[in-house]
């Protein structure tokens, strides 16, 4: 996404499509391997025979207390990465479809550089 600066202002701003959307496989990849962490957390056998005041059964205790924990944090991760995918894949698709002029006042919104309508102050430094 090069950006060209003259002045401390934003002159030149470009999306890649297809990098947005190899970022979203790459989101999509997080929330399904956060499925089977979940899935594996919420599996994972976490009985033990033995002595109590065995080191192994106070492990395997302090494990099984926290796992509601860790499912409940994959569970999240999984639900976060997967909107955040979908979202970055709308974003791809926005700026495949819109005419750059369209594009460049949608931007100026996100960043917070305010459109002049007044000609006298175009071209000049923000």
Do not use: W
Not at 53 to 79: D, I
Not at 81 to 104: F, H, I, K, M, N
């Amino acid at each position: 996404m090069p950006v060209s600066q003259g002045d401390n202002c934003m002159t030149t701003f470009r999306v890649d499509p297809e990098a947005l959307r190899t970022f979203a496989k790459g989101l999509d990849t997080l929330a399904e391997a956060s499925s089977r962490a979940t899935s594996y957390a919420g599996h994972t056998d976490m009985t033990v025979s033995g002595s109590s005041a065995s080191a192994l059964v106070r492990l395997v205790q302090a494990a099984h207390g926290v796992a509601p924990t860790v499912e409940g944090v994959f569970r999240q991760l999984e639900r976060l990465a997967s909107a955040s995918a979908d979202e970055v894949v709308r974003a791809a698709r926005y700026y495949e479809q819109t005419e750059a002029a369209a594009a460049a006042a949608y931007e100026r919104t996100q960043l917070g550089i305010p459109a002049f309508s007044d000609r006298s102050l175009r071209g000049k430094p923000i």
